[in-house]
């Protein structure tokens, strides 16, 4: 999904930072343009798994009512911490294991 957004359409990430950016200045010109810093593909790949990261605390800040986006966004959001919270449960196990 990120190398779709990311090495695809722009429009998917201005979507995107529309609905879930804190500070639409900090990546668009008074223009309403990407700026040029942001619109590199491993720029628009972070700032995706940052919003993936991030969406439990975040949601709130979006207007749409789509749902293939909340669903898109939450798919993502478990994969992203699936990393995360699964090498945390093996070591648990393991630690738990030598303990008893």
């Known amino acids: 999904?990120?190398?779709?957004?990311?090495?695809?359409?722009?429009e998917r990430i201005v979507f995107i930072d529309k609905q879930l950016a804190k500070n639409l200045n900090k990546y668009y010109d008074e223009k309403g343009y990407m700026r040029w810093d942001y619109q590199m593909s491993y720029a628009i790949g972070t700032r995706l798994f940052g919003y993936w990261l991030a969406y439990p605390f975040i949601k709130h800040r979006m207007t749409t009512t789509s749902?293939?986006?909340?669903?898109?966004?939450?798919?993502?959001?478990?994969?992203?911490?699936?990393f995360f919270i699964a090498p945390c449960f093996a070591l648990l196990v393991q630690w738990l294991e030598n303990i008893g």
């Open 1 to 10: 999904m990120s190398a779709m957004v990311s090495l695809g359409d722009i």
């Open 67 to 82: 749902k293939k986006f909340r669903v898109f966004m939450w798919v993502n959001c478990i994969g992203v911490w699936s």
